[in-house]
C-alpha cells in the first residue's frame, strides 16, 4: 500500500488553519496515523485510526477519512508545529509512511 | 515513564553485518509487539520490521527480507535486529518503536514510543 502525501511542504502563518492530505493507493478502512516530527528528534504519534487523538496532544489537531483519502487538519498554527508531518498506515505488513508535508514559517 | 534505548549502530563495510540492540523498560515488555524503524537522512521513516510479544507474528519490509532477522528475548526486556549482507542504502537512523499492540487487543500497528535512534552506515 503506497501512501502520497499533499502538498510536500507549505508555508504558513501562526493562527492559520492547515490541511495535510494523505491519499492511500487502496482502500485502508480507518487504519491510518499521523506522526509530527522535528530536527533531530523521533517521530510523535498525533493521531490514530484516522480521528483518534493521542493523549496529551492538543485539540487543535483533528483527523478525519477513511477509505483512500485522509486529512490532518491543524485549528490554529502555532509557533511548536513548525515540523514535518507523516501519516502511516497501520493494519498489515509491510506498514508504509506517506513521503511527509514540512510545514514552514510564512 | 517507558524508555527505548538502541545501540550498536556504526560505520560498516558493505557485504559486512551489524547487530542492533534496543533496552526496553516503563512498561510490560513482553506484552507488546515491537518494531524497527529505519529513516535516511531527509527522508521519510520506513518500516523495517516488527515481532509480536511471542514471536510467533514477524514481519519484514521487502528491501531486507532475507537479509535482515529480528528477534526479542523477553527476559531481558529487548529487542534486536541482525542485519546482514548490508548495502549502501542501509544507510540510515534505526529506531526502534513500541506499539500499543499487545496480547490483550491488537488491532493495528501505530507507534506510540520511540527510542533516540541509533546511526548505521554502510560505505567502504
Known amino acids: 500500500i503506497q501512501l502520497t502525501q499533499s502538498p510536500s511542504s507549505l508555508s504558513a502563518s501562526v493562527g492559520d488553519r492547515v490541511t495535510i492530505t494523505c491519499r492511500a493507493s487502496?482502500?485502508?478502512?480507518?487504519?491510518l496515523a499521523w506522526y509530527q516530527q522535528k530536527p533531530g528528534k523521533a517521530p510523535k504519534l498525533l493521531i490514530y485510526?484516522?480521528?483518534i487523538l493521542q493523549s496529551g496532544v492538543p485539540s487543535r489537531f483533528s483527523g478525519s477519512g477513511s477509505g483512500t483519502d485522509f486529512t490532518l487538519t491543524i485549528s490554529s498554527l502555532q509557533p511548536e508545529d513548525f515540523a514535518t508531518y507523516y501519516c502511516?498506515?497501520?493494519?498489515?505488513?509491510?506498514?508504509?509512511f506517506g513521503g511527509g508535508t514540512k510545514v514552514e514559517i510564512k | 515513564e517507558v524508555q527505548l534505548v538502541e545501540s550498536g549502530g556504526g560505520l560498516v563495510q558493505p557485504g559486512r553485518s551489524l547487530r542492533l540492540s534496543c533496552a526496553a523498560s516503563?512498561?510490560?515488555?513482553?506484552?507488546?509487539?515491537v518494531h524497527w524503524v529505519r529513516q535516511a537522512p531527509g527522508k521519510a521513516p520506513e518500516w523495517v520490521s516488527g515481532?509480536?510479544?511471542?514471536?510467533?507474528?514477524?514481519g519484514y519490509a521487502d528491501s531486507v527480507k532475507g537479509r535482515f532477522t529480528v528477534s526479542r528475548d523477553n527476559a531481558k526486556k529487548s529487542l534486536y535486529l541482525q542485519m546482514n549482507s548490508l548495502r549502501a542504502e542501509d544507510t540510515a537512523l534505526y529506531y526502534c518503536?513500541?506499539?500499543?499492540?499487545?496480547?490483550?487487543?491488537?488491532?493495528?500497528?501505530?507507534?506510540?514510543?520511540w527510542g533516540q535512534g541509533t546511526l548505521v552506515t554502510v560505505s567502504s
Open positions: 502511516q498506515h497501520l493494519n498489515s505488513y509491510p506498514l508504509t
Open positions: 487502496q482502500g485502508i478502512s480507518r487504519y
Open positions: 485510526v484516522a480521528s
Open positions: 518503536a513500541k506499539t500499543t499492540c499487545s496480547r490483550a487487543s491488537c488491532y493495528a500497528y501505530f507507534f506510540d514510543y
Open positions: 515481532i509480536n510479544w511471542k514471536s510467533e507474528s514477524i
Open positions: 516503563g512498561f510490560t515488555f513482553d506484552d507488546y509487539a
